[in-house]
């Protein structure tokens, strides 16, 4: 039997079972129904809601509730998910949307990169850790704390004399934390220390930086504090939250519980413009006390 009687014997079997053979280049044919389209409230075309522009603080979906406005009351003063409700042993769907979209958007912060013109379009020094990748970031948290000798001469290259305040902004852990705040929460920390007479100097951009590559910049430029604004790692309340670490007398080695930490400043957290103008209060009380961190908190205890 050679290949056209065999392909014939089949198609005639499959006509016998009712149905039609399915040939290559042929017309498609459905070998099983199409499920019927149910409703859901949009036409091809319609613009669908973006479930992240919800406030998290007024979505409330309890059915039925004991004391709903109560609840509701409470809801406003944290972005937490409570009150979601539930259907039959899950989470509802616009919850679990919400939680995917919210999920997507942090990692896309750790991955994604500030952009490369985002230095020189702030007039700040670009510099770089020596990691060569993100995923070399993500992976060799050492190789983020130091510089080079190409980068470590570049910083020294913009240094005159020490400054008392080096301000530094690293890219951290979400890229999107910076670009939404670092430009509006630096500008009202230069105008802060202006008004007390303190010297910041040049401005430093590091990228693939962790908290640590502040201390390494102490040593080069001999400051007497590093302010650095770095992005935080992104939660599910929001990929855009970012922090202050203030090192007084900054060197490598230096303990963690050296530095003073200003965190959440985003939009639902403290505003970046509120948050540089606290900063620069506490910069300015970390150089009277001379100490920073836990010992600050010592001191002002006495």
């Avoid at 809801?75 to 997507?104: E, I, S, V, W």
């Avoid at 000798?149 to 400054?163: C, L, R, Y």
């Avoid at 890229?175 to 500008?187: G, K, P, Q, R, V």
């Avoid at 303990?255 to 900063?279: C, D, F, K, L």
């Amino acid at each position: 039997m050679n290949k056209e009687e065999l392909t014939a014997m089949v198609a005639e079997i499959l006509q016998g079972l009712g149905r039609e053979p399915a040939v290559k280049a042929a017309d498609y044919r459905n070998t099983a129904p199409e499920p019927s389209k149910t409703d859901c409230g949009y036409a091809d075309g319609d613009f669908v809601p973006d479930v992240t522009a919800l406030d998290l603080r007024k979505l409330y979906l309890v059915d039925a509730p004991a004391d709903g406005e109560k609840f509701k009351k409470m809801k406003l003063k944290t972005p937490a998910r409570l009150g979601c409700g539930k259907a039959g042993p899950r989470y509802k769907t616009l919850t679990m949307l919400r939680f995917r979209a919210d999920h997507a958007a942090a990692q896309d912060a750790v991955f994604s990169e500030v952009d490369t013109e985002f230095a020189k379009e702030n007039d700040l020094l670009p510099t770089k850790t020596r990691c060569d990748s993100k995923d070399e970031y993500l992976t060799r948290p050492d190789l983020g704390r130091c510089f080079d000798e190409h980068n470590a001469k570049a910083i020294a290259g913009v240094i005159d004399t020490p400054p008392r305040v080096q301000l530094v902004v690293g890219d951290g852990l979400s890229s999107a934390a910076i670009t939404a705040n670092a430009m509006d929460c630096l500008a009202a920390i230069r105008d802060g220390l202006k008004l007390k007479g303190i010297d910041t100097g040049k401005a430093i951009f590091v990228k693939y930086c962790r908290v640590g590559a502040g201390d390494a910049i102490g040593d080069i430029t001999g400051c007497e504090l590093v302010c650095m604004l770095v992005g935080e790692r992104p939660g599910l309340v929001t990929d855009k939250s970012m922090s202050a670490y203030i090192t007084y007398k900054p060197r490598t080695g230096v303990s963690e519980s050296s530095r003073t930490v200003v965190s959440n400043i985003h939009a639902q957290g403290t505003p970046a413009v509120e948050a540089g103008a606290y900063v620069a209060e506490l910069i300015d009380t970390i150089l009277k006390r001379k100490v920073s961190g836990v010992g600050l908190h010592l001191e002002e205890a006495k």
